[in-house]
């Protein structure tokens, strides 16, 4: 006889734990089947470098959209650290730069001051106030079932806000308010993260992207997760095993159908198990195929640059100090201009150069991801993710070839700002290899079934429904409906995923409950 379950999961991603920890603990009978050995999916920590003593966030890094709702209701023990420090622009072919300090606001218009950009430093602050209304009205609706379009917009409350920021485009706007070309960029940037299109894009794709980037914990911070990403991933196996849960690794899924019959090897053996629901954590077009069917494969657009060094490199500008520098995220060549250029010539096939990039420093805000031997030293880590990357720059490439072309080009566009080489300060391990590792699109697809290394699952949805669109069922309230079902989404590709939120997970597991 068939084993029965009350959910079958497939995928073992942090929504995916999400999901089970709920269900299981509301008296479900859940089973979970991962296909890697670990659980965690994107959201893990790894010694990336064997024997150097540094447990790196691998993939995701950063934490913002993971609501106070789910930490709670979960008995989480993950501990979020704000950064002080916003970001920090170097000027290309300068010795000066653009330093964001929350901390500081006179320190801060001083710095826009320095780069000849005094003007903006008023549309800067009224620009953080419309994007505060729009994320103290959105943010509390997510852990609710989706409102509708004119919902959402009566909740805003400002139809100016809503037309600069939701219909607009996001680019447009952001070149109306803001005068100098530097600043435009540090703004648009959040439009751009793991989404490919122009500054100003016609199909608010990147509207889509910069809202989830600023609409986090109700003010648009991103923290850093204590002991990296691993303990968020870690703490959301423990809750979902202490609430019942049988949690299976090593086991991939070779097939769904839509009355519940899963199908899926591990070890040497086949097995199948049915259910009455089933949730998909994994990306739509994985769970299309799994369905016996091929549907419209996404595109991602970035690449990581995991880096190990042993102090933090020097700066042009003398009068910024590394440590403020790097603990925020540290933009480079990214103007509202270069981003353009850098979008038309991947458009192109060509990989862009500059390339533009943005990192942080993780152990800056949490050391205790290093060995006391490294941090006694003077190591840090460096996390780097390169925009306007699309996958199909490696289309027809041997992919470490592709690979190499694009860690060169990322360190190439990093040295250009900086007072030395980063390979100076690169730490290298036991047999004296650099620590750096890059992973792009194709890695993401091979390691963690992501398709097209697509971060989000595929192209990212408005966080309400349009006002024509049904909402009848539970799956459709919640946002996490299939054409089956008995087949729901639990998954970044749902309607409010896409980021390290659980959100997807959560969504799901109320939609079941609501049944």
């Known amino acids: 006889m068939t084993p029965k379950h009350d959910v079958v999961i497939i995928g073992g991603g942090h929504n995916a734990l999400v999901a089970a920890a709920y269900l299981a603990g509301a008296g479900r009978s859940v089973l979970l089947l991962e296909r890697q050995h670990h659980l965690g999916g994107a959201s893990i920590s790894a010694e990336v470098f064997p024997g150097v003593g540094a447990r790196l966030s691998r993939y995701s890094y950063l934490v913002s959209l993971l609501p106070e709702r789910i930490r709670r209701d979960l008995k989480l023990d993950v501990e979020l650290a704000r950064r002080r420090y916003s ?91 803001f005068a100098d070309d530097l600043v435009r960029g540090v703004v648009l940037t959040d439009a751009l993260i793991g989404t490919f299109a122009p500054s100003v894009d016609p199909t608010l794709a990147a509207n889509r992207c910069f809202l989830y980037h600023v609409i986090g914990g109700g003010t648009g911070h991103w923290d850093v997760p204590v002991g990296g990403m691993g303990a968020v991933s870690g703490s959301l196996a423990r809750a979902a095993r202490a609430a019942g849960a049988e949690l299976l690794t090593d086991a991939e899924v070779t097939s769904v159908t839509p009355d519940g019959e899963v199908a899926y090897r591990h070890g040497d053996e086949e097995h199948r198990v049915v259910a009455d629901v089933v949730l998909s954590g994994v990306a739509p077009y994985v769970l299309d195929r799994l369905l016996g069917r091929e549907g419209a494969r996404p595109e991602g657009a970035q690449v990581k640059v995991n880096l190990l060094l042993e102090r933090l490199p020097r700066l042009r500008d003398t ?119 890059t992973a792009t699109t194709r890695d993401l697809e091979q390691s963690l079934n992501m398709p097209g290394g697509n971060i989000f699952h595929g192209p990212l949805s408005w966080p309400w429904a349009e006002d024509d669109e049904s909402l009848s069922t539970p799956a459709e309230r919640w946002g996490v409906a299939t054409e089956h079902e008995r087949i729901l989404v639990c998954g970044s590709g749902s309607r409010r995923g896409g980021a390290v939120s659980g959100l997807g997970g959560y969504h799901a597991a109320m939609a079941v409950l609501d049944r």
């Open 87 to 177: 970001s920090y622009t170097p000027l290309p072919g300068t010795d000066r730069g653009l330093l964001v300090d929350t901390g500081d606001a006179d320190a801060t218009a001083a710095s826009f001051a320095a780069i000849g950009a005094a003007s903006d430093w008023d549309a800067w602050g009224a620009f953080g106030d419309d994007t505060a209304r729009l994320a103290a009205a959105v943010w509390p609706t997510v852990t609710d079932p989706l409102l509708t379009r004119s919902e959402a917009r009566r909740a805003v409350g400002d139809d100016r806000v809503w037309a600069e920021l939701v219909e607009a485009p996001i680019g447009e706007t952001v070149e109306r308010r």
């Open 319 to 437: 009068a910024a100090d590394p440590t403020a520098a790097f603990a925020g995220t540290f933009h480079v060549h990214e103007g509202f201009a270069a981003l353009d250029r850098a979008h038309a010539e991947a458009a192109a096939g060509r990989i862009p150069d500059p390339m533009p990039l943005e990192s942080y420093c993780h152990s800056l805000t949490d050391p205790g991801i290093l060995s006391p031997e490294l941090q006694a030293a003077g190591a840090q880590t460096l996390t780097v993710f390169a925009l306007q990357a699309p996958d199909r720059l490696l289309d027809g490439r041997d992919p470490d070839a592709a690979r190499a072309e694009l860690q060169a080009a990322v360190v190439r566009s990093l040295d250009s700002v900086l007072a030395e080489p980063i390979d100076g300060v690169l730490l290298r391990d036991a047999e004296g290899r650099p620590c750096i590792e």
